[in-house]
């Protein structure tokens, strides 16, 4: 959990940043933490509307806790921002953990609300800025999921929500469902000059594996035209991502475990429940059929072995935006007015939590973001300042747009 973001020069949380410009202070502004897990606190910002009205313009998605990081795999300390000049484009990079994902975006929110309670624009609308917890930790009892339970967020069904977690500039229109697994193979030890007496777990899990993501592809293919719409660049995929074998096992024993963990990663147009549902069935059929349609190498043999699957974490469906909203409209023409060239929209099997969820209850969402994509999670992960200057114009011209527009 990120306990503080660097504003101009200092060390300061987000609430520090704002307190001088609340109504406590004299300013316009409304804090509001909610807690549920004792030193996660989520942070609701607010600048009322010139008049009593229950309409409210909502920015939310942005998270303070970031995924680790290890310094021995950086080249810079990860826990302090840093700020270079790029030599090929005089642009400002900011280095350290969470400039993209998502703290960066956490400091634009301050400052986008502290320039509102400086110029005290009259909007026709509140605007509401929504910081959570946790997203990346795991806690389903800490962030977006117990502010839903405990409707928190009811009131932002009265106007349009921009989710400010994803990069590059774009309107992105689409995101993926996940869910993670973990596939344990167990067979017999044995001494490995007579691997025919043993049952080789290893050997199991890659064919069990091979088996499920062959099912996979044929029972879920890529979807053309709903993917082209939405502009997917990649098709659902199921596979591995870590392999282990437990245990002292040495390399003239054959293993008798192994635990192989990946994940899917779904366009939102397949129910990840579905999905989950289906591999669960073929791995019972293949322990069923003492894994018959497997294939074995020389002695090998999979008869009296099992394989086991478990879902480690809680089921995230994609969704896709409204592309006939009025805030996709006035998303892309900030976008194009501030960047000068045309929007163009992308999508991804990246998973956003909880956003299948809102719009469920009838949101309005849209998703944009303003680091850089292919710093996500990375060692010596960066953003530009330049692009968070242009985000902060796109903000406000969204803002500018919609209090224009006849409600």
């Known amino acids: 959990m990120a306990k503080h973001i660097l504003f101009w020069g200092q060390k300061l949380t987000c609430a520090e940043v704002l307190r001088p410009f609340t109504q406590e202070h004299g300013g316009p502004l409304k804090l509001n933490r909610v807690t549920f897990v004792p030193g996660r606190g989520n942070l609701f910002i607010e600048y009322p509307a010139a008049a009593s009205t229950d309409r409210v313009v909502t920015i939310a998605g942005s998270h303070l806790d970031v995924v680790p990081a ?14 270079t000049a790029e030599a090929s484009s005089g642009k400002h990079i900011l280095r350290g953990r969470g400039v993209t994902d998502c703290l960066g975006h956490c400091a ?8 509102l309670a400086k110029v005290k624009p ?6 509401l800025a929504v910081l959570t917890s946790d997203e990346e930790i795991g806690n389903a009892n800490a962030g977006i999921d117990p502010l839903m339970v405990n409707g928190h967020l009811d009131r932002l069904k009265n106007g349009p929500v921009f989710w400010l977690d994803c990069a590059d500039m774009m309107p992105n229109i ?20 007579m691997p025919n007496r043993g049952i080789n777990a290893l050997e199991l899990a890659w064919e069990a594996v091979s088996f499920l993501q062959k099912r996979f592809y ?5 979807l053309k035209e709903k993917e082209e719409l939405y502009k997917f660049e990649c098709q659902s995929s199921m596979k591995p991502t870590t392999c282990t074998v437990p245990g002292n096992n040495a390399i003239n024993q054959i293993p008798d475990k192994c635990v192989v963990q990946g994940d899917l990663r779904m366009v939102p147009f397949y129910d990840v429940k579905e999905v989950v549902a289906s591999i669960n069935s073929w791995v019972k059929e293949l322990n069923d059929t003492n ?5 074995s190498r020389g002695p090998s043999k999979y008869s009296g072995g099992k394989v086991a699957i478990r879902w480690i974490a809680d089921l995230v469906q994609g969704m896709v935006c409204d592309l006939d909203a009025d805030s996709y409209t006035v998303l892309c023409a900030a976008t194009e007015l501030v960047l000068g060239r045309p929007a163009v929209p992308y999508s991804d099997t990246g998973a956003l939590p909880a956003l299948a969820d809102l719009k469920k209850v009838g949101m309005d969402v849209q ?11 990375a060692n010596d992960e960066y953003g530009r300042l330049e692009d968070f200057h242009q985000g902060f114009d796109i903000l406000r011209a969204v803002i500018t747009m919609l209090a224009e527009r006849k409600h």
């Open 70 to 83: 290890d310094p021995a795999q950086w080249t810079c300390d990860p826990f302090q921002l840093t700020c």
């Open 108 to 115: 634009l929110l301050c400052v986008l609300f502290v320039q």
């Open 122 to 127: 009259a909007l026709p609308f509140s605007m």
């Open 174 to 193: 689409g995101c993926g469902g996940m869910a993670t697994w973990e596939l344990v193979a167990t067979g017999k030890q044995f001494h490995s000059g």
């Open 218 to 222: 044929v029972q879920f293919p890529r």
């Open 291 to 295: 894994f018959a349609a497997l294939e």
């Open 367 to 377: 998703m944009m973001g303003y680091g850089v994509e292919e710093a996500y999670h």
